[in-house]
């Protein structure tokens, strides 16, 4: 009878969690249509943003002046890693951590390699291995455009002040539900469209084009954060509700288990008392 009081505590003990892990994917799969609305709505503009930064920087020619076009000699990099503030999420964060270790070994490994952690998690695992410029939890707390703004014109500051010379984005980029993918970007300095552009733009220029493109620069940039925080935020929720449905599914199939073989242990266990009852009625007739 203990073996089957254990058995019925553990079918307890996984109802309980299949409870909670079914809550928290009802929340989740809530929240990331909110998310996922918002970053496809996002994406054409911050798209064709940079796409017109990209075109205008191409035909400045060098002489914009703008120091965030600048190119240097790559000797200090820093990497924006974004992840989230909570666990549950399967792979979500080790994903980004692994992949900003491995690019930092690998693509920069004879550079100094400073980072800033967007999220707890990627704190708690980052710190351990690079120096820490900052890091920012409480942006998921209010997602606001103004919020990611502050936190790029501070990167923006680092680099106008020559503390890096290269400053990459990482971050899981929402594709589905189910699907998010670990994306690398340039942040700093800006790129041109000089390499991947196709027919020659034919704009007309109100005041200047050095004017526009001094205008646009930090704006793109605010925009390219917030979107690769909005992005990440949508996959964060994407993946929690993907984890928790599978494990929702491993709790019903493993209560499923134990009931299955407390059943079978309580059918033994009545069989042995028919037994002991029958065996002891014979030996009295007997």
Do not use: W
């Not at 191409?58 to 989230?84: C, M, P, Y």
């Not at 999420?89 to 491995?102: D, M, P, W």
């Amino acid at each position: 009878m203990a073996n089957l009081k254990e058995i019925r505590s553990r079918i307890t003990s996984v109802g309980s969690t299949m409870q909670i892990t079914s809550a928290m994917k009802m929340v989740s799969a809530a929240k990331l249509k909110k998310a996922q609305d918002a970053i496809t709505a996002m994406r054409p503009y911050a798209d064709k943003l940079t796409e017109l930064l990209q075109n205008l920087s191409a035909t400045l020619e060098g002489d914009s002046g703008s120091v965030f076009a600048e190119q240097r000699e790559v000797n200090k990099v820093l990497i924006v890693a974004i992840t989230s503030n909570r666990g549950l999420c399967g792979a979500f964060n080790a994903n980004v951590i692994k992949e900003t270790q491995r690019v930092a070994k690998e693509a920069y490994a004879a550079k100094e390699v400073n980072v800033v952690t967007i999220g707890k998690k990627g704190n708690d695992i980052l710190s351990k291995s690079f120096p820490v410029a900052f890091n920012n939890n409480d942006i998921f707390d209010d997602l606001t455009f103004d919020n990611a703004a502050a936190i790029a014109e501070t990167l923006m500051q680092h680099y106008a002040e020559g503390k890096y010379d290269k400053i990459v984005l990482m971050y899981n980029s929402f594709k589905n539900a189910a699907t998010q993918i670990v994306k690398t970007e340039d942040f700093l300095p800006i790129s041109t469209a000089q390499e991947n552009s196709g027919a020659a733009m034919d704009y007309i220029f109100e005041p200047t084009k050095v004017e526009i493109v001094e205008t646009l620069i930090p704006k793109s940039l605010k925009t390219q954060l917030y979107k690769a925080i909005r992005d990440s935020f949508a996959s964060e929720h994407g993946a929690r509700m993907t984890a928790m449905h599978k494990a929702t599914d491993n709790a019903a199939e493993l209560k499923a288990e134990l009931t299955l073989t407390y059943n079978k242990a309580r059918q033994a266990a009545i069989t042995s008392e028919i037994l002991e009852i029958v065996g002891g009625a014979e030996a009295l007739n007997g």
